[in-house]
């Protein structure tokens, strides 16, 4: 059954790669530990008197826990040892699937069974006679499972199997290949300091989502919120306390929006906010996410922090994502241009503003 499990994981390691193979791992050691923890209060049952007839034996349940952990500590050994062989073998033994798999298998089935009977004969004082009856026993495994992976990649899963021989330290970072992708993946189109979605997203996201509104005849409002005097703030306080201000602000902004509002960090102190069907409430919107910003505490700044808030509206002012870009820009600087702290609505169409 051991032999089983090992080259089902090498088959996963040949067809997927070592973050597959090692992941079902993690559940076996996982779920041993968990059968040793549930049986640790066995020793403690202090009334042998009660049912007396169905008393656990302690001592094997102890041996029977450790070894458990022991082999599944082992598998780990083994998991690393079998992808190392049967990358090396294919340099200097063989360079057939067949081959690389009955050796790698043998030759760490091999070490597994003399550390396993090592620990078994430490708790159990087992003959030598069950090293040699296991190691056997292995051994013909490794050729049985083998032969049948062979078969199996070669006349059911015909897909191309990965060539070429990697070096020791090239398997050892495919080890962590797929869990580095998936967080490169995560982190693209992110902002870096906020955890916003990029500048990138917007253009990406905005012509869609317009393209979206006009097709369902509903309104898409972009709203361009810039952060007040926070030139002051990297002058007087430092960069290190902008960038504290940044998140924040960009924290507010994420619980005072709408759960189908997307936000980005557009650039600088600036962010942008798609709101769809928001044309009527869009300027509620923006107050309410104005006052968030407002009531946010700065503990090292002696005053509050403030945005001004541009809005345009497609189709009223806009059906060109570019456009409405524009439109909310200039509705922004007018809200600057008014005193700040404020939110101002395009009354422009794109016409008008050319």
């Given at each position: 059954?051991?032999?089983?499990?090992?080259?089902?994981?090498?088959?996963?390691?040949?067809?997927?790669?070592?973050?597959?193979?090692?992941?079902?791992?993690?559940?076996?050691?996982?779920?041993?530990?968990?059968?040793?923890?549930?049986?640790?209060?066995?020793?403690?049952?202090?009334?042998?008197?009660?049912?007396?007839?169905?008393?656990?034996?302690?001592?094997?349940?102890?041996?029977?826990?450790?070894?458990?952990?022991?082999?599944?500590?082992?598998?780990?050994?083994?998991?690393?040892?079998?992808?190392?062989?049967?990358e090396r073998l294919g340099a200097v033994v063989t360079n057939t699937i067949l081959g690389?798999?009955?050796?790698?298998?043998?030759?760490?089935?091999?070490?597994?069974?003399?550390?396993?009977?090592?620990?078994?004969?430490?708790?159990?004082?087992?003959?030598?006679?069950?090293?040699?009856?296991?190691?056997?026993?292995?051994?013909?495994?490794?050729?049985?499972?083998?032969?049948?992976?062979?078969?199996?990649?070669?006349?059911?899963?015909?897909?191309?199997?990965?060539?070429?021989?990697?070096?020791?330290?090239?398997?050892?970072?495919?080890?962590?290949?797929?869990?580095?992708?998936?967080?490169?993946?995560?982190?693209?189109?992110?902002?870096?300091?906020?955890?916003?979605?990029?500048?990138?997203?917007?253009?990406?996201?905005?012509?869609?989502?317009?393209?979206?509104?006009?097709?369902?005849?509903?309104?898409?409002?972009?709203?361009?919120?810039?952060?007040?005097?926070?030139?002051?703030?990297?002058?007087?306080?430092?960069?290190?306390?902008?960038?504290?201000?940044?998140?924040?602000?960009?924290?507010?902004?994420?619980?005072?929006?709408?759960?189908?509002?997307?936000?980005?960090?557009?650039g600088g102190e600036e962010f942008a906010l798609l709101c769809p069907e928001a044309s009527a409430g869009a300027?509620?919107?923006?107050?309410?996410?104005?006052?968030?910003?407002?009531?946010?505490?700065?503990?090292?700044?002696?005053?509050?922090?403030?945005?001004?808030?541009?809005?345009?509206?497609?189709?009223?002012?806009?059906?060109?994502?570019?456009?409405?870009?524009?439109?909310?820009?200039?509705?922004?600087?007018?809200?600057?241009?008014?005193?700040?702290?404020?939110?101002?609505?395009?009354?422009?169409?794109?016409?008008?503003?050319?």
């Amino acid at each position: 059954m051991f032999a089983g499990k090992l080259a089902f994981f090498l088959l996963l390691y040949i067809k997927e790669d070592a973050e597959s193979m090692r992941q079902p791992t993690y559940g076996l050691l996982i779920g041993n530990l968990l059968m040793v923890v549930l049986a640790l209060p066995l020793n403690y049952y202090s009334d042998p008197a009660q049912l007396a007839w169905r008393q656990p034996e302690m001592d094997f349940i102890n041996q029977i826990g450790f070894l458990m952990v022991w082999g599944t500590a082992l598998l780990f050994v083994d998991l690393i040892g079998m992808v190392l062989l049967f990358e090396r073998l294919g340099a200097v033994v063989t360079n057939t699937i067949l081959g690389r798999m009955f050796i790698s298998l043998a030759v760490v089935l091999s070490f597994d069974q003399l550390f396993f009977y090592l620990g078994l004969y430490l708790v159990t004082g087992a003959p030598l006679s069950a090293f040699y009856g296991g190691w056997i026993a292995k051994i013909g495994s490794a050729l049985f499972f083998s032969v049948m992976l062979t078969l199996y990649l070669r006349f059911v899963e015909k897909s191309p199997l990965p060539v070429g021989v990697r070096r020791a330290t090239d398997v050892f970072d495919r080890l962590t290949y797929r869990h580095r992708y998936e967080k490169l993946v995560g982190r693209i189109g992110k902002d870096p300091l906020t955890g916003l979605q990029d500048r990138g997203q917007l253009d990406e996201k905005g012509p869609a989502m317009l393209t979206e509104a006009l097709k369902s005849g509903l309104p898409l409002s972009l709203m361009m919120i810039d952060i007040d005097h926070f030139k002051a703030v990297n002058d007087n306080h430092g960069h290190a306390e902008g960038d504290r201000v940044l998140q924040a602000v960009a924290n507010a902004l994420l619980n005072a929006k709408r759960e189908g509002d997307e936000l980005f960090r557009y650039g600088g102190e600036e962010f942008a906010l798609l709101c769809p069907e928001a044309s009527a409430g869009a300027f509620m919107l923006a107050e309410r996410m104005r006052a968030a910003v407002a009531d946010t505490v700065h503990p090292k700044l002696n005053r509050s922090v403030t945005v001004s808030i541009g809005i345009a509206t497609c189709p009223a002012n806009a059906k060109d994502f570019r456009e409405l870009l524009m439109l909310a820009d200039a509705a922004l600087y007018e809200a600057k241009g008014l005193g700040r702290d404020r939110a101002s609505i395009s009354a422009m169409s794109a016409g008008e503003y050319r």
